[in-house]
Nanobody, 115 residues
C-alpha cells in the first residue's frame, strides 16, 4: 500500500503564490510518473501538470507559465509551485501516482484564491 500525503494548500489573494508538496511512502518513487490534478466545485477533476520519471513535464494550457511541477527523488516528493494565482485556480488539488500497476491518490489539499 502506497500513501500520498499532500500539504501546502491554503487561502491566498489573487496574484499570490503557493507551493504544494506530495510525499510518497514508497521506495520506487523515482521510477514512476507523477501528476497533480484539481477539482473545483461542480466540475470534473482535471489534470493540471505531470512529470515523468525522467523529469519531462506537461501542463494544462490554463496554468502554463504560472505553475511549475518538480520532483525530489531523494525525498520521494513531488511539488507544484503556483505563481500568479487567479480565483479560477480555486479547487481541491490532488496528487496522483501509479505504483505496482495501481493508481494512488492523495487526500487532497484545498487552494482558495480570493479576488
Amino acid at each position: 500500500q502506497v500513501q500520498l500525503v499532500e500539504s501546502g494548500g491554503g487561502l491566498v489573494q489573487a496574484g499570490g503564490s503557493l507551493r504544494l508538496s506530495c510525499a510518497a511512502s514508497t521506495s520506487i518513487f523515482s521510477i514512476n510518473d507523477m501528476a497533480w490534478y484539481r477539482q473545483a466545485p461542480g466540475k470534473q477533476r482535471e489534470l493540471v501538470a505531470g512529470i515523468t520519471s525522467g523529469g519531462s513535464t506537461n501542463y494544462v494550457d490554463s496554468v502554463k507559465g504560472r505553475f511549475t511541477i518538480s520532483r525530489d527523488n531523494a525525498k520521494n516528493t513531488v511539488y507544484l509551485q503556483m505563481n500568479s494565482l487567479k480565483p479560477e485556480d480555486t479547487a481541491v488539488y490532488y496528487c496522483r501516482g501509479i505504483f505496482y500497476g495501481y493508481i494512488y491518490w492523495g487526500q487532497g489539499t484545498q487552494v482558495t484564491v480570493s479576488s
